[in-house]
């Protein structure tokens, strides 16, 4: 417990400290002092996109506060911007870990960054958001894929375009066996759903693990 509030700390006094030499101005009014006023955020409408068959998400990425916010984090690294989706995904919540429950989700897994883009960044917002949901849903986070420098096979269809796939796939399962029969995999942004359907692909290939997927906002 120490630890985590040291992290809290050290992230609050980063803020700090970055906000002094970079004042943050509101995403949608401009006002200085937040990256989302409370004027604002109070007003803010948005609402989650329809699930479709194992696919969830809080926020629409069309909404145009939700993809400032989100670039806010992943491009100028500010950790604010995702305390303010996640302060608004608060009310969501209660649904999601019922329909978690219901599922059976047994483990969280991130969808994985290639080294050189984590390196870049510093830090992988999937694995950000997989370890604010598995706090909420009390299951581990499993870090079992990894990138590839493939670039991945698209349709998968048949059972031999299935097999080209995974041989052409950009990820790969790290362990044999031991995952989970449940699991959610995570990440930041769903756009055409391509890379999500490939690490799913690859979750699946023991054919013993049924995989759902949620993402901070969707396309
Ligand atoms: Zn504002």
Redesign the pocket.
């Given at each position: 417990m120490i630890g985590l509030s040291m992290i809290s700390l050290g992230n609050n006094f980063v803020a700090t400290l970055l906000g002094a030499v970079f004042p943050r101005f509101?995403v949608?009014?401009?006002?200085e002092g937040r990256l989302?006023?409370r004027?604002?955020s109070e007003t803010w409408w948005h609402e989650p996109p329809a699930a479709v068959a194992g696919h969830a998400a809080f926020f629409a990425y069309a909404n145009p506060v939700v993809r400032k916010l989100i670039c806010a984090w992943k491009y100028d690294y500010d950790v604010s911007a995702f305390e303010h989706l996640k302060e608004q995904a608060q009310d969501l919540l209660p649904e999601f870990k019922q329909a978690m429950r219901k599922l059976g989700v047994q483990a969280i897994v991130p969808v994985p960054l290639s080294d050189r883009r984590l390196r870049e960044r510093g830090f992988n917002q999937a694995r950000i958001i997989a370890d604010w949901l598995a706090h909420e849903l009390n299951v581990p986070v499993l870090a079992v894929l990894e990138r590839t420098h493939r670039l991945g096979h698209q349709a998968e269809r048949s059972d031999e375009e299935r097999r080209l796939a995974m041989a052409d796939s950009p990820f790969l399962l790290k362990i044999s066996d031991g995952l989970p029969s449940t699991v959610l995999l995570v990440d930041d942004v769903w756009t055409t759903g391509a890379t999500m359907q490939a690490a799913i692909t690859v979750l699946e290939s023991a054919g013993k693990t049924k995989t759902f997927a949620l993402t901070l906002a969707k396309g």
């Amino acid at each position: 417990m120490i630890g985590l509030s040291m992290i809290s700390l050290g992230n609050n006094f980063v803020a700090t400290l970055l906000g002094a030499v970079f004042p943050r101005f509101c995403v949608t009014c401009g006002a200085e002092g937040r990256l989302l006023c409370r004027a604002c955020s109070e007003t803010w409408w948005h609402e989650p996109p329809a699930a479709v068959a194992g696919h969830a998400a809080f926020f629409a990425y069309a909404n145009p506060v939700v993809r400032k916010l989100i670039c806010a984090w992943k491009y100028d690294y500010d950790v604010s911007a995702f305390e303010h989706l996640k302060e608004q995904a608060q009310d969501l919540l209660p649904e999601f870990k019922q329909a978690m429950r219901k599922l059976g989700v047994q483990a969280i897994v991130p969808v994985p960054l290639s080294d050189r883009r984590l390196r870049e960044r510093g830090f992988n917002q999937a694995r950000i958001i997989a370890d604010w949901l598995a706090h909420e849903l009390n299951v581990p986070v499993l870090a079992v894929l990894e990138r590839t420098h493939r670039l991945g096979h698209q349709a998968e269809r048949s059972d031999e375009e299935r097999r080209l796939a995974m041989a052409d796939s950009p990820f790969l399962l790290k362990i044999s066996d031991g995952l989970p029969s449940t699991v959610l995999l995570v990440d930041d942004v769903w756009t055409t759903g391509a890379t999500m359907q490939a690490a799913i692909t690859v979750l699946e290939s023991a054919g013993k693990t049924k995989t759902f997927a949620l993402t901070l906002a969707k396309g």
